[in-house]
């Protein structure tokens, strides 16, 4: 779908937007898509003081179809433009979908690297050895809106002989004079893995290394971050094919980090232990970048393919998915903590300690000087509890078919409690733990009910405001 054949369509979005509006469970803190479809976040970046935020789009369909890259623009993360989508598959090498990619800034000019996705359907393939392109692209831009021409960096033919067809979803970082691009992939063995590839001149590209774990885990990583938070060295990325084992990785696909000591020079490097990035229902392909103020920045996709659960009640009015809160990211030990961005806290309106708390928009806080076990009653069905060392995110009849997601805590200190119109984000003590989820409640509770054994150091519930959303037409 080339631009000229999107915007003779606008008359379509139109209806869709319409009948959108009708929606009781619209987000009213999150992004989503104008109309039909949204998935993983692309091309994160700060220029020139504006965020960009781009992201996988299908305007026409709340289905899964044709991607071209949509755009949101923010200065302060409380108002938003809704900007002209940014990207269009429209060359013969990403004919069938503009896929994820991101931005990297170089001498007043925004990078883009993204994937160019075909399938030819001209005989029977399986899709996974045979019958695809994902190949790497780059288009340049001066200011985030408008670019000359798409650059074919690499083709499949330039990817490892034994890489299947699924390589995709390019990042790029700085490392001692060098430029790296991370890709996401899985070998002719169904092995996850990421490739690495140099450059010194963020065109020419030449296949430097590769990262997996020793024993193999999952047969494909997705959406690769390779990412440094105080000095320490991460790789986020989506690993698909991996077993549940016990209360950990619940989700049909895996959204977590690894952290890594690498040297790229001598091209070795060791790997720890997949750590799960969230233990909700609804969280995928997140991406990170650095803004001007160097704060490490995480967005990530409220939504996960080809899960069991629906979201039903939004596909009816013609759309589906949102983004998460943005999110700051910290480490200690090897371990990410994820904080809502500081700027949300102007979403505050009234501060309430009564337990009554019957809006669609909240933020709950609370702290404990000592917890044993609670229950905590949210709103309809939902309900946060605590027992044996073991947080329980419980969704029942909200979920549409998402029913409890579980973590460990050694201790409990405190809760961090967004709750938008059809979704929940839990920040668990201080971030170190996040449960990110979709649901669909029918009501609003007048009351917020907690028994148990505890001993609360304090206890505080926002009303907070909607997101401004402009449209950002230039
Ligand atoms: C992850 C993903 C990416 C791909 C994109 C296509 O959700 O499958 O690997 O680039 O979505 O929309």
Known sequence: MNKKEYLSRLDEQNKIKKLMKDDKYLLNFHLI????????????????????????????????????????????????????????????????????????????????????????????????????????????????????????????????????????????????????????????????????????????????????????????????????????????????????????????????????????????????????????????????????????????????????YTNKPTIEHKWQHALTLPRELKAIENKIYQSPLKELSKLRTTENREIICDSENVEINFSFKKCIEFKIELRDSIELNYKNNILTLNLEKCGYGRKERKVYLKNLESLQIFLDNSSIEVFINSGAEVFTSRCYCNKLNSNLKFIGNYILKDFVWYNLKNFKIENGER
């Open 33 to 308: 898509p104008p109309s039909g479809w949204l998935n993983d976040p692309n091309g994160l970046c700060e220029f020139k003081g504006i965020n960009h935020i781009y992201y996988q789009y299908t305007p026409f369909s709340a289905e899964w179809g044709m991607k071209l890259w949509g755009h949101y623009t923010t200065e302060d993360w409380i108002t938003y433009k809704d900007e002209e989508p940014f990207l269009f598959p429209d060359i013969k090498e990403d004919k069938d979908g503009v896929y994820s990619g991101s931005a990297f800034i170089k001498d007043d000019e925004i990078y883009f690297y993204y994937t160019g996705n075909v399938k030819y359907t001209d005989k029977k393939y399986n899709y996974i050895s045979d019958g695809r392109e994902q190949n790497t692209i780059l288009i340049k831009s001066k200011d985030g809106f408008s670019y000359k021409d798409k650059k074919v960096l690499l083709k499949n033919t330039d990817y490892p002989k034994d890489m299947s067809c699924h390589v995709r979803d390019p990042q790029i970082f700085e490392k001692q004079g060098n430029y790296y691009m991370i890709l996401g992939a899985r070998d002719l063995d169904d092995i996850g893995c990421v490739l690495i590839y140099q450059s010194k001149d963020l065109e020419n590209w030449n296949y430097h290394m590769k990262i997996t774990t020793p024993k193999k885990f999952g047969y494909m990583w997705e959406c690769p971050n390779l990412i440094e938070i105080s000095g320490q060295i991460f790789l986020i990325c989506c690993p698909q094919g991996i077993e549940q084992d016990g209360i950990n990785y619940a989700n049909i696909y895996q959204c977590g980090y690894f952290p890594l000591e690498i040297d790229f020079e001598r091209k070795e490097y060791k790997i720890g232990k997949f750590i799960e990035l969230d233990r909700g229902f609804d969280i995928y392909a997140p991406q990170v970048f650095t803004d001007e103020e160097g704060r490490k920045i995480l967005l990530g996709w409220m939504g996960i393919p080809d899960a069991e």
